[in-house]
């Protein structure tokens, strides 16, 4: 695994090992098991980052479940923009069901609000919250979340999913940033 890569005209350092996501994703899903057995949860994964984690979480889940996808957009460049805008909507009916949301990762907070409030509208029987990477110092917002994989410095990632300007998303592992 390279110790750095350059992304359009950043520079990365290696971060997270692809044998530490994949042991964080185990975790989850042991959790998820246990906690929603006989429920069948509907996974609601939020594109586009967490596509990878998605797949990988979904494939270690031994549970009866469902999953479908809704698309929201806040970054530009190496920033939030603090403006979350709805891409894909919610398609199904969510009105008694268990819902986990699957997010890539947790910074400020914006996404996962405006998410938690589009979903709420359609009266599901509950929303948990599953994101692979969190950022504990950028965190604004009071909404708990229920599993988290790894906490990671407040630094722009890219990787497994995450990515810097569209480029990075198929790395392996997770790369930083250095400011
Ligand atoms: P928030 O709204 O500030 O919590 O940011 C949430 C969304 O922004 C995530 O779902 C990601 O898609 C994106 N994002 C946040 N931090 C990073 C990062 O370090 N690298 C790439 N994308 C990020
Ligand atoms: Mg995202």
């Not at 994949?22 to 594109?47: E, H, M, S, W």
């Not at 199904?92 to 409030?117: F, H, Q, W």
């Amino acid at each position: 695994m390279r110790k750095s890569v350059t992304i359009h005209n950043l520079k990365f350092m290696l971060l997270v090992s692809s044998r530490r996501i994949q042991g964080a994703v185990t975790n989850i899903a042991k959790k998820i098991d246990r906690d929603f057995k006989n429920q069948n949860p509907l996974f609601l994964a939020v594109l586009n980052g967490s596509f990878l984690f998605a797949a990988d979480l979904l494939r270690k889940i031994k549970i009866e479940c469902e999953i479908s996808f809704i698309k929201v957009s806040s970054y530009s460049g190496t920033g939030s923009t603090g403006k979350v805008n709805t891409l894909i909507g919610v398609n199904e009916n969510l009105k008694k069901r268990p819902v986990i949301i699957l997010e890539d990762i947790v910074d400020t907070g914006n996404t996962l609000e405006a998410v938690m409030s589009e979903i709420k509208k359609h009266n599901p029987d509950g929303v948990s919250i599953a994101t692979l990477f969190f950022k504990p110092e950028a965190y604004r917002k009071k909404i708990a979340l229920d599993y988290v994989g790894l906490e990671v410095p407040d630094k722009f990632l890219v990787g497994y999913g995450l990515d810097y300007n569209g480029l990075g998303r198929t790395l392996e592992d997770i790369y930083a940033l250095e400011s």
